[in-house]
């Protein structure tokens, strides 16, 4: 298939290239700057914020699949301001990528955001599944972050003429998200909550991607599938780990109120939101499982 996709210079998006191209998929890469070139592909420049850019840089062309992987995430999102531009690339994003779509005649969509979608909150010990509440608000300062990802998921999803298909990311480790942790944690400057924060649902970058090939061929259209691995961690046990493998000093732990001063947006999701999220969907209907399971064979393959 003939796949555009938009983000593909991003964390996400370059495994995805290389998994998109050994499967046997032709790629038009969308970036904003003219000088970036990837192997063996299209290279598409345009700004998905500006419509008219993005509408003439597709001009001509055509693709069988749309896969928007866009955030602004380069700097790491400490305060709520700071996911703004994220939840703008999800919203008015998502609504010029579908125009783009139906320029280049796509007839698949697929779009994605993360499982804190399900609610910043503490969702105790029960596996979390597609069939619970996504990006509902709950008066809280996260509900512009949560109503953003219902909101691209929305749009695909009831767009006219395109099947649409969402997935839901854990939090992204391995490849250049460790990159930024270990990097992160040799300065010192990686906190955690005292005694470890909230549990987390994770999933390693190369999963990530090989999940989203999966989803592209044999997700069904109007579904949202949970991308995450089987072992839910806490934030601290996945920091020590990282500062093990890469042998630097542990993560900073950090007294609650500290945290929530210097970071609010990274306090709420280490110390308020607690979670476990069941990929049993992804499993059974796009026939994919985690190659790393856990947080333990996914860092332990950072030392090689
Ligand atoms: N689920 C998660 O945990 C999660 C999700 C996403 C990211 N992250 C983390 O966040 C960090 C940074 O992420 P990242 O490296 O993917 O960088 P990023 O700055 O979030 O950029 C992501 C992609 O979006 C594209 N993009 C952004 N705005 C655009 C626009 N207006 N028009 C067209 N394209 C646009 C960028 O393309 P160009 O710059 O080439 O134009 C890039 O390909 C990484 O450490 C990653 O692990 C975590």
Do not use: C
């Not at 970036?36 to 598409?44: E, N, S």
């Not at 930024?180 to 987390?200: E, H, I, N, Q, Y």
């Not at 947080?295 to 393959?301: I, L």
Request: aromatic fraction near 6%.
């Amino acid at each position: 298939m003939k796949v555009l996709l938009a983000g593909a210079t991003g964390a996400i998006g370059r495994p995805l290239l290389t998994a998109l191209r050994t499967a046997g998929h032709e790629v038009l890469a969308l970036t904003r700057t003219s000088d970036t070139r990837l192997p063996g592909v299209r290279m598409v420049v345009g700004d998905v914020l500006d419509r008219r850019s993005l509408l003439r840089a597709v001009d001509g062309l055509s693709a069988d699949v749309v896969i928007h992987q866009l955030t602004a995430l380069s700097k790491a999102p400490a305060t709520y301001a700071d996911m703004e531009m994220t939840n703008t690339l999800r919203t008015t994003g998502t609504a010029h990528l579908l125009e783009a779509a139906r320029a280049v005649g796509a007839r698949r969509f697929l779009t994605q955001s993360m499982v804190p979608g399900y609610g910043f909150v503490d969702h105790g010990t029960r596996p979390l599944t597609e069939a619970d509440p996504f990006g509902r608000p709950r008066g809280s300062k996260a509900d512009p972050v949560v109503e953003a990802m219902r909101a691209t998921e929305q749009q695909v999803f009831t767009a006219d003429g395109i099947e649409g298909i969402a997935l839901r990311y854990g939090a992204f480790y391995g490849l250049t998200g460790s990159e930024g942790f270990v990097t992160a944690l040799r300065a010192g400057k990686l906190p955690v909550p005292r005694d470890g924060g909230g549990t987390m649902s994770w999933i390693h970058l190369a999963d990530a991607a090989a999940a989203t090939v999966a989803a592209m061929d044999k997700g069904v259209a109007g579904q949202a599938y949970n991308i995450v691995d089987d072992e839910p961690v806490t934030w601290g046990q996945m920091f020590r780990e990282h500062a093990s493998a890469a042998g630097t000093k542990p993560p900073r732990r950090l007294p609650g109120w500290m945290l929530r001063l210097a970071a609010p947006y990274f306090a709420t999701l280490m110390i308020d939101t607690s979670m476990r999220v069941s990929n049993a969907k992804a499993r059974t209907e796009l026939g994919w499982a985690p190659a790393l399971p856990s947080y333990r064979e996914g860092v332990e393959a950072l030392r090689s």
